[in-house]
């Protein structure tokens, strides 16, 4: 089929079809399959996918082409039963192959000879066991054989790797000299285990490199980092307390054997662990809290400073002298032994009610010597019984009652109209146990059992300063 192009009268519209063309063939050099061509046009084609020439060139006859078609597919084995007939530069392939692979190879090879058109695919597909498995276990032989002979290259990348990574496991287990670099146990810990997974990660780069894998390499370090940032998702909430764990291992924020209320948890310190806290509890209870949670909490301690102050509530009658009753119970408190001198003992005005006074008297005690609770309880009855003998009125409330009968009468003024209740005689009781402040050694005596006994970690190091 013979094209004629038709003469352009412009040298612009010459020299764009010059670089059209040129592009054109660009293309279809780069490419390895393109489709055939079916129609021609007058006019230049706006994107083939081929060259059709305007006259074959006389070196590409039918006889030629097809001569050259068939002494490819001769050296190609898959392509030995396939058959090549050319007319007018149009190939029709036809005989049978192996798979559908075999046929579409045949077509790219023939599309890439010069001179041809289109190609008319005619070929049949083998249905034979033997054609279909051939290719398969050919392709099996050759990627066997493949990895023979590269079984030196990777005898030796499997050696770096190993030497690499027996390095590392070496230097994470030198522990003496991570604990010279980092003092805190558990920080020297993390970093020696970082270190021998950074190694295996070094000795990976270095034997790809050595086998020559970059691209895989490459690939594996992607689909790493993807499924690394998925992961850290997904253990969000372990991440935060460990690293919590850390903060709070290096900070010492509480010793053990300390009493310590984190939030609304109050207990005496056992341990610290790489998870959580481990607390007794006031009633001789084990409470773990996350260390997330102690972290980010409110940390009161009452055993990093001795000494504590109490105070309580006491109130007389409106007609009472208040500051000598503050004097009375200020000389009080400063009599009993385990309220300390230094600080003073203090007491205020807090309230003036409607029949009473309500005075706030404060002391210190310490924590040492002298139980807090016992203490502060046997300061109120003291300072209480010496305001009672003084004379002075502890007022009780006072509630009136009116009945209803349908006549008049006077409602009563005071419970002194109404009757007084008999005073019944007080007992003598000797006060042992009572009145004995000492503090209470059992909690704290539980606590060192705890920590003897159990062999878990305890980031609590006492050769650290606290924070």
Same mark, same amino acid.
């Given at each position: 089929m013979n094209l004629e192009m038709p003469a352009c009268p412009h040298s612009l519209l010459n020299f764009v079809a010059v670089i059209l063309r040129a592009v054109i063939l660009t293309l279809v050099a780069s490419t390895s399959a393109t489709s055939a061509m079916s129609q021609s046009r007058e006019a230049s084609p706006s994107a083939p996918s081929s060259v059709i020439a305007a006259t074959p060139p006389a070196t590409s006859s039918d006889d030629q082409i097809e001569d050259r078609i068939q002494t490819i597919f001769t050296?190609?084995?898959?392509?030995?039963?396939?058959?090549?007939?050319?007319?007018?530069?149009?190939?029709?392939?036809?005989?049978?192959?192996?798979?559908?692979?075999?046929?579409?190879?045949?077509?790219?090879?023939?599309?890439?000879?010069?001179?041809?058109?289109?190609?008319?695919?005619?070929?049949?597909?083998?249905?034979?066991?033997?054609? /279909?498995v051939s290719p398969i276990l050919e392709t099996t032989s050759t990627r066997v054989n493949q990895i023979i002979?590269?079984?030196?290259?990777?005898?030796?990348?499997?050696?770096?790797?190993?030497?690499?990574?027996?390095?590392?496991?070496?230097?994470?287990?030198?522990?003496?000299?991570?604990?010279?670099?980092?003092?805190?146990?558990?920080?020297?810990?993390?970093?020696?285990?970082?270190?021998?997974?950074?190694?295996?990660?070094?000795?990976?780069?270095?034997?790809?490199?050595?086998?020559?894998?970059?691209?895989?390499?490459?690939?594996?370090?992607?689909?790493?980092?993807?499924?690394?940032?998925?992961?850290?998702?997904?253990?969000?909430?372990?991440?935060?307390?460990?690293?919590?764990?850390?903060?709070?291992?290096?900070?010492?924020?509480?010793?053990? /054997?300390?009493?310590?209320?984190?939030?609304?948890?109050?207990?005496?310190?056992?341990?610290?662990?790489?998870?959580?806290?481990?607390?007794?509890?006031?009633?001789?209870?084990?409470?773990?809290?996350?260390?997330?949670?102690?972290?980010?909490?409110?940390?009161?301690?009452?055993?990093?400073?001795?000494?504590?102050?109490?105070?309580?509530?006491?109130?007389?009658?409106?007609?009472?002298?208040p500051v000598a009753a503050m004097q009375l119970g200020l000389d009080t408190l400063k009599s009993l032994p385990y309220v300390l001198e230094q600080p003073d003992p203090e007491s205020y005005i807090q309230t003036v009610g409607d029949s009473n006074i309500v005075l706030r008297f404060m002391g210190w005690v310490d924590q040492r010597n002298s139980n807090f609770g016992k203490a502060r309880g046997l300061a109120i009855s003291a300072t209480k019984d010496v305001l009672e003998q003084k004379g002075f009125t502890l007022p009780e409330p006072i509630y009136r009652l009116r009945f209803d009968t349908g006549t008049s009468q006077p409602a009563a003024a005071s419970t002194a109209e109404a009757g007084a209740t008999p005073s019944r005689p007080k007992e003598t009781v000797e006060a042992r146990d009572a009145a004995d402040v000492r503090p209470d050694s059992h909690l704290t005596q539980i606590v060192a059992e705890e920590r003897a006994a159990t062999g878990e970690e305890d980031l609590l190091d006492e050769k650290r300063p606290v924070e």
């Open positions: 050296e190609v084995d898959e392509l030995n039963g396939i058959s090549a007939s050319v007319r007018n530069g149009v190939v029709t392939l036809g005989g049978a192959t192996a798979n559908a692979a075999a046929a579409e190879r045949a077509e790219q090879i023939a599309l890439r000879i010069e001179g041809v058109v289109t190609i008319q695919n005619q070929i049949e597909q083998a249905v034979g066991v033997e054609d /279909n002979r590269s079984m030196p290259l990777l005898a030796v990348a499997l050696t770096v790797f190993l030497v690499i990574s027996f390095l590392g496991h070496l230097l994470a287990s030198w522990r003496g000299f991570w604990r010279r670099i980092m003092p805190n146990s558990f920080l020297s810990d993390l970093v020696a285990g970082a270190s021998r997974i950074i190694a295996v990660v070094v000795g990976l780069i270095v034997a790809m490199n050595v086998m020559g894998a970059t691209t895989l390499l490459g690939t594996v370090l992607g689909g790493a980092g993807v499924i690394g940032l998925a992961l850290g998702f997904a253990v969000r909430d372990t991440l935060e307390n460990y690293i919590s764990s850390i903060m709070l291992s290096i900070r010492q924020p509480f010793r053990a /054997n300390e009493h310590v209320v984190i939030d609304e948890h109050e207990g005496i310190v056992v341990r610290l662990t790489s998870r959580s806290t481990v607390l007794m509890t006031l009633n001789g209870n084990h409470l773990r809290i996350p260390n997330s949670t102690v972290f980010k909490a409110v940390i009161l301690n009452y055993t990093r400073n001795p000494e504590r102050r109490f105070e309580f509530d006491l109130g007389v009658d409106a007609n009472d002298n």
